[in-house]
């Protein structure tokens, strides 16, 4: 087990399902200087875990993300092939744990730990997930329990008030009518723009919070780690106290 911003990040097991997808960093993942943004990556992860799903025969399931945690060991870079593994590594009430390795042919590599929550379709509240759903992902977690409670903390007071407007278009809504998750992932890219001295080896976790709405007015406030360690702490806020989504970035893996 290795921890990462608070973040267990467990190795590929030696029984259970794991499951390989490809990918390469297309020209609209690619930053200006060729590496791979994290919202590109954080699509791919995504999209693995999709896969790997539908594959399994659970397609038409509901998943909201709750948190992920990226360790970059070093950026892919621009065309650069990737492999990913991806596999259950725990469980929760109503969530499950999916880690994804991706390593690139030169020489890129992330870790990544993804809580998914599992919604019931109709009514959109979280739900158990049934017993043919466990028997298939639940020997790669080997048992292990992992909780939902927030790691990050709440939103300073007057961070709507001093945050910058993050404003929403129409292409970051996706099928739930939700922003989707790797949509947050910019605001932490573009913080990264102006902080030269974040560069990989490098860690970012993302907690959500309230679901973002067409017609809500986000702000985004960026400060200097509060326990003053190297990196900041970002959220995404709105009116009223309301935290859409908190953000640590930390140098070092």
């Known amino acids: ?51 790997d799903a539908r594959a399994a025969g659970f397609g038409d399931y509901t998943w909201v993300v709750r948190r992920t945690a990226i360790a970059v060991h070093a950026f892919p870079t621009y065309l650069e092939p990737l492999t990913m593994r991806t596999w259950c590594a725990g469980f929760g009430a109503a969530w499950a744990e999916r880690r994804v390795s991706v390593v690139g042919a030169g020489g890129g590599h992330i870790e990544s730990a993804t809580l998914w929550v599992h919604l019931d379709a109709a009514s959109m509240r979280p739900a158990r997930m049934p017993a043919e759903f466990l028997d298939v992902f639940g020997p790669s977690a080997n048992g292990r329990k992992v909780a939902s409670k927030a790691l990050l903390a709440e939103a300073p007071a007057g961070a709507f008030e001093e945050g910058a407007p993050w404003p929403l278009r129409f292409a ?18 573009q913080t990264l ?61």
């Not at 970051?172 to 605001?187: I, K, P, Q, R, S």
């Open 1 to 51: 087990f290795i921890l990462i911003a608070m973040i267990l990040f467990v190795p590929a097991p030696s029984a259970g399902r794991v499951y390989e997808g490809a990918a390469a960093v297309r020209l609209g993942d690619s930053s200006p200087g060729g590496r791979a943004r994290l919202d590109a990556l954080a699509r791919h992860l995504q999209d693995v875990s999709d896969d």
């Open 172 to 189: 970051d809504f996706d099928v739930l009518e939700h922003v989707n998750n790797a949509v947050y992932w910019a605001a932490v890219e």
């Open 193 to 253: 723009a102006v902080r030269r001295d974040l560069r990989a080896p490098l860690t970012a976790l993302i907690e959500h919070g309230d679901p973002i709405e067409r017609d809500d007015e986000v702000r985004w406030f960026v400060t200097d780690r509060l326990d003053g360690g190297a990196g900041f702490d970002g959220w995404l806020v709105g009116q009223g106290g309301r935290v859409f989504a908190a953000a640590r970035v930390s140098a070092g893996v």
